[in-house]
């Protein structure tokens, strides 16, 4: 049986060699310009995510907000840990400030301009619970709760939710914003907020995760 299927290995192998995939053959339409024509943004993903399949989009966002709160339900009744492992050498501690600026810095960048260039909400919102996280374990964890209840990070997040939902479903009922000129900043009608909306929902929900394993875990 082994022969059987070194044979049929190598004919498989000849045949890849020999026999290239055939190139598919397009008609004058590229799905991509349709997209980019559409959606009004030259990130076609974006225009896929916030505008072609935006219905899945909502519940993504749904489903992040559940995550946060069944690691807050799953943590409540544990007790805080005493001790709280973090960075405590100057170097560390520099670089990973540095990083927390590039990532904070790379954040915004993709917030703003995400439906211009590769980025997106998804991904700033990771690179800012990135800078957040790089924060965390050289801060210390009281001083990092302290400033998530001044600035009211959690309302924020539940109304960037409550906001992205709305606007979404205004946008499916076929209500939307003038495209504008594409390539502009200011393109690709409710886009570029619903971008900005989910960038900042999903950094402080990081930020909440951030506390809370640090709060009972002391790891992060």
């Known amino acids: 049986m082994k022969w059987v299927y070194l ?40 225009g896929i995510i916030f505008r072609n399949r935006l219905y899945d989009t909502i519940f993504e966002v749904v489903v992040f907000t559940i995550a946060i709160l069944g690691v807050r339900f799953l943590l409540a009744n544990e007790k805080p840990t005493k001790k709280v492992y973090q960075f405590s050498d100057r170097p560390s501690i520099i670089l990973a400030r540095l990083g927390s600026t590039i990532a904070a810095l790379v954040s915004i960048e993709l917030a703003i301009r995400g439906h211009l260039s590769p980025g997106g909400g998804f991904a700033a919102g990771v690179a800012g619970g990135t800078a957040i996280g790089l924060i965390a374990i050289t801060s210390s964890s009281e001083w990092m709760e302290e400033i998530y209840k001044k600035w009211n990070a959690a309302t924020w997040e539940k109304v960037s939710v409550l906001i992205f939902i709305i606007l979404a479903v205004i946008t499916l009922i076929g209500w939307e914003l003038p495209q504008g000129e594409l390539g ?12 900005i909306l989910v960038a900042i929902k999903v950094a402080l929900g990081s930020w909440a995760v951030i506390l809370l394993f640090i709060r009972y875990r002391g790891l992060l």
């Open 7 to 46: 044979i049929a290995g190598i004919a498989l192998f000849v045949k890849t060699l020999l026999m290239p995939n055939p190139e598919a053959q397009w008609e004058e339409f590229s799905i991509i310009e349709s997209i980019v024509a559409d959606s009004g943004v030259p990130n076609a993903v974006s």
């Open 184 to 195: 502009n900043l200011v393109s690709g009608g409710v886009i570029p907020i619903l971008n």
